[in-house]
């Protein structure tokens, strides 16, 4: 296939990402900063104005700081402090705790609301400074071939319809629901039966939510007569979610005096500012496949999620931190294209978690039959406490690691002191690749090719001592998990660990077996 009218000659790069939303925006930055090119195509000119996504975790705080940006960097963000469930008479049927008055063994506080754009905004301005990057707004991407060594890509300059041609080394598609990149690439979804469609109304108020005698954190009304969701996002924004019933339709629920009669059910519509009201359908939905040889998909693209676990955007950053770093091996030549391989393979069965976790909330909320929101009540007000312990996540599922109760975790973040005697958390300390950290009487020399494959791949290693262990945190994680050194890939996760003699030495000669190097890219740099 030739490329299509008015093409010009190819440009060439590392990696195509299509779409330029928080998840393409962070695979970007963290390919970027390891200097790949990377040439990102976006349909739109600029940052959308209202948000959607409003909540992210610790997980994806730990990602963002990778960045170098901190939890005070996003403009409105809040820690949330609680979240309820509560029947249609007003009973609190169970609560689940965010114990966000300190912060998680990933250094962050658990749970965040933020105001996606300002996050955006800032996200883009820190990408910027990535010189190998370059960003092409008001693109829309239009054909896209995969090769044996490349893929060929064109995007029309919706300005000037110009038709750029590119050839990458990889194509990842962050481009949302309606993906172009899966559909041209034949991939296919997954429909895990879940479809409501749910009225979004986004607010700004001038003075706190709670003196207007909303709730101070996010609520779910499990009301038959209708379910709503109440969410304070962060600063002055607010959100209301409410469930469209049988026979109710999408232009009848967006008309600005129905709008303003459901708001009126909650506070004086009078003291709020409706930025935003669309109708979403709510779906469940997975990629069968995650990408092909040289295509891959991320975020929406690759799944979709009811809100009520406020995981959606959460699952792409996790996407874009899991296959970054593989992406990097691979244009590098460090490892053979079948690193890629488990992308899917460990992604896949925790995002199929979190929605199975999701589509269950959905059932508490959404029911609308009266018995059965009676029984449902009766349930959970008949129990001794009414705090639930808040849903545990799964490690990532089989692949680049050692597996079972050995790898495939999150690797631990504390405070560590360094030579100079200051005191930071590990990855400010040690900066983002691979580190292999060791208690202080099970360090020893390496052998040689273990040294190598330390400086190819820049990893850092840090000794674990009552010096430098400054709470403690790493050696009772040590003792926990019964070894003596633990190597921690690029995005958090624990590779291996392993204990006795020679425990650093035998943990990087897995390592290196397990990259099998392969062969250089098809556009090496330069």
Known sequence: MTSAAGAVEPEYCDVAIVGYGPVGVTLASLLGREGLRVRVFECERAIYTLPRAVHFDHEVMRVFQSLGLGDGDFGHTAPILGYDFVNGHGDVLFSL??????VTHQGWRPDYMFHQPDLERVLRGNASGHKTLQVDLEHEALRMEEREDWVELDARDLQTGKIRTVR??????????NSFVRKAAGLGLD?????????????TVETPPTELGLPPYPT??????????YVPVAGPYI??????????????????????????EQVDPDRVEVIRSAVYDF???VAKRWGTRRVFLAGDSAHQTPPFLGQGMCAGIRDAANLAWRLVLA??????????????SEREPHVRALIGIAVNMGGIICVRDP??????????????SRVLPSPAFPNVGPGFHQGDHRGGHLGLQARVRGPGGSSKLLDDAVGPGFTLMTRGDASCEIPARAGDLCAALEISRVLINPESDVDGAYSLWFDSHDCDAVLVRPDNIVFGQCRGPNAEARLLAELDQRLQVGTPPAFPAG
Do not use: K
């Open 191 to 203: 429909d895990l039966e879940f479809d409501e469609p749910w009225l979004v109304v986004d607010a």
């Open 220 to 229: 779910q009304y499990c009301d038959p007569a209708r379910p709503v969701t």
């Open 168 to 177: 990458a080394n990889f194509v990842v598609g962050c481009d949302g629901a």
């Open 97 to 102: 705790p965010m114990n966000n008055q300190g």
């Open 331 to 344: 244009v590098r030549g460090q490892a053979s294209l079948e690193l890629l391989d488990s992308y899917q």
């Open 283 to 285: 779906h469940a939905l």
């Open 371 to 384: 018995e059965a929101a009676s029984a449902r009540d009766a349930e959970f007000l008949a129990r001794e």
């Open 239 to 264: 959100r209301w979610e409410f469930m469209l019933l049988p026979g109710e339709t999408r232009e009848e629920m967006l008309r600005p005096e129905r709008v303003r009669g459901l708001i009126a």
